[in-house]
């Protein structure tokens, strides 16, 4: 498999902790004269550039949050001056106040570099056609993709969301190898497919670069026999980047992080002490060599491992685990700490139900309650209502072996809850509002 930079991917490991400690000390020389928000942190804690030598010396600076870019907003953690910035993007928001992230000219060929890392581990070559359906605009998915996918020099259709049937169509029509998107969209766009009659193996697709929001394997799974092709997982977040800060290789055991240029760590999201590889924590990064937002121990709300060990790929960068979830997504009920993850895989591990569900938490006289929404597969609809009662009772019996929480199971008609074109919701939270 080929290797888009092998000179960074594949160093040995006390080359990169040498570029990476050159680095590190660069970029908080930099925030330290071009960031009043990080001097004063600095100062506070009594710390000068100079006490920033090597990655070891890293836990010695201050943590930042998203309530940091809230405080701050739009600019305040910009380090470039607005003349270098070529670029802003939005984050989603989905937790909140959206956090603005502006790019110098040096920052997006950077980006572009890591996307064409990333393609190039998924096997895409020049030969390919790529249909980015990630949004295009503020979002940072479309653009980001579409760059770098074009440095690497394979053909992009920029489709981004909507538009499903007429998309759908091109896929066929222009014989489109690879698709870009979440993975919500990659099924709704199997979907839209299979209702206009395509079948798989009339298209050519053969690589699905998948993210933007947490995913199982047993997802992927689904994603792949449906569409036909090979599903990797791409990761990435605005204020880090976008798209690209991790990626998966032809191995598939974690995501390898583009360690030149992010300093990865793992950190107990309560006592915010560094935890050990291979222990599930809150992942926090550290940008090494951007201009226009730098970010000193960024704490991502990410939950995930760094893994230990050599991947047979011979990338030597860092892998992290898949995502559980964000700190904030976890649902605690009845005092159990509950990811929607967990629940999608028991889901997917039935035939009866397509991976389309949705979560209503709620509390009725002080105790959580649980209700799962979820779709019949159109052909397991029956009317008898025994047998949905028994596909109920067997989903509910699942469920509580994986977490231990009784949950009333709704099944819905096929097709009844709305499909997303980017970033699925599975959770209504009715608790926030009592
Ligand atoms: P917002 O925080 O507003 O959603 P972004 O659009 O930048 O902002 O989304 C970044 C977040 O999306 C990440 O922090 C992570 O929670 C999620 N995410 C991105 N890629 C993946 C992925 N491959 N797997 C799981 N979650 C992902
Ligand atoms: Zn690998």
Known sequence: MAVWNYTKECMSADERAALQGRRLHRVVEYVYHNTPFYRSKMQELGLEPNDIQTVEDIVKLPYTTKQDLRDNYPFGLQAAPKSEIVRVHASTGTTGKPTIVGYTRKDIGIWSEIVARAFTSFGVSRDDAFSVAYGYGMFTGGLGAHYGIENLGATVLPASTGNSEKHARLIHDLEITGIACTPSYALHLAETMEKMGYDKSELKLRIGAFGAEPWTESMRKEIESRLG???????????????????????????????????????????????????????????????????????????????????????????????????????????????????????????????????????????????????????????DVRTIESFQKRLADKIRSVISINAVVRVLFPGSIERSQGKGNHVIDNRILK
């Open 229 to 383: 092709l090979k599903a990797y997982n791409i990761y990435g977040l605005s204020e880090i980047m976008g798209p690209g800060v991790s990626y998966e290789c032809e191995c598939q055991e974690g995501s390898h992080i583009n360690e030149d240029h992010f300093f990865p760590e793992i950190i107990d999201p309560k006592s915010l002490s560094p935890m050990g590889r291979d222990e599930v924590g809150e992942l926090v990064f550290t940008t090494l060599t951007k201009e226009g937002m730098p970010l000193l121990r960024y704490r991502t709300r990410d939950l995930c491992t760094l893994m230990s060990g050599e991947c047979p790929c011979g990338r030597t960068f860092v892998r992290m685990g898949r995502i559980l979830g964000r700190s904030d997504d976890m649902l605690i009920i009845r005092g159990i700490n509950v990811f929607p993850s967990q629940i999608e895989s028991v889901i997917l591990s039935m035939p009866e139900f397509e991976p389309q569900y949705i979560l209503i938490v709620d509390r009725v006289d002080n105790l959580d309650s649980l209700q799962i929404q979820v779709e019949i597969r159109p052909q397991f609809f029956t009317d």
